[in-house]
């Protein structure tokens, strides 16, 4: 059986029992593989008349020939279908309701999401894990009426990694102004379970630290650093409130 990473274990909650699967940039189809030998995926009917449990995507033939040899060597070939596509596009076709984006950057997860309306749905959970710029994912998410479901942290040697859930917007329900957020909320994360508080203080410490350097290089270059103050001062409410055990005043509330 398939032993997965810590980063990628942060997905398997978010996946509902019973939806089709997609795992966008998939590379070795690690969490497909994964989801089916556990029995969380089970096949879907689809509308040309076949079953599966998930797609398997990603723009390079390589990751794609990569995926398709341990999806075979698995016996799954049957159960998960490699594509390659570029994001989301084509893969509306097969109506997938459960989709994960890992491994790329915030900037290109929301430029694919921005590409494809249809994920716009409440039928729709989106299971997303931005290498850079979360804040960008979130104030999308929230700025477009996704309602957050859930958030998680994992960590692999130094490095960090924030998971987030979502749902599509429902028909009444209203976008939320990214601006009227805490941006320390929408940098680090609003709704992590009261267990992952330590990683969440390491996270906001580092956030800490990286606002500082960039202040300080911008005061040298004579450069307007209030932005930099106001998000200090909120990631130091922010790591006080979650030192104390409370929850950040600002945050929306998780489904």
């Not at 957020?181 to 940098?187: K, Q």
Request: hydrophobic residues 40%; negative net charge.
């Amino acid at each position: 059986m398939i032993k997965l990473t810590p980063r990628l274990q942060s997905a398997v909650d978010y996946v509902r029992p019973g939806h089709l699967f997609a795992d966008v940039g998939t590379d070795h189809a690690y969490l497909p593989i994964y989801l089916c030998q556990t029995g969380r995926l089970t096949p879907v009917p689809l509308a040309d008349g076949s079953r599966l449990c998930a797609l398997a995507s990603d723009i390079n033939q390589g990751p794609v020939d990569r995926a398709a040899a341990h999806v075979a060597m698995a016996g799954l070939s049957d159960r998960i279908r490699t594509l390659r596509t570029d994001g989301l596009s084509g893969l509306d076709v097969y109506r997938p309701t459960d989709i994960a984006i890992f491994g790329m950057g915030g900037e290109l997860i929301v430029s694919i999401l921005e590409a494809a309306p249809w994920t716009r749905s409440p039928a729709v959970r989106l299971i997303l894990q931005p290498m850079t710029h979360p804040e960008k994912v979130r104030a999308f998410l929230l700025g477009t009426g996704f309602t957050l479901v859930g958030e998680t942290l994992s960590q692999e040697g130094q490095r960090i990694y924030q998971t987030v859930c979502a749902c599509g917007p429902a028909a009444d329900s209203l976008p939320v102004r990214p601006e009227s957020l805490s941006p320390a909320g929408l940098l680090t994360g609003f709704s992590y379970p009261e267990s992952q508080c330590p990683l969440h203080l390491s996270l906001i410490d580092r956030q800490l630290s990286s606002a500082a350097a960039r202040r300080e290089a911008r005061a040298m270059a004579g450069q307007d650093v209030s932005g930099e103050d106001a998000l200090l001062e909120d990631l130091q409410r922010l790591r006080a409130a979650v030192a104390a055990g409370l929850s950040h005043g600002n945050a929306p509330t998780p489904l």
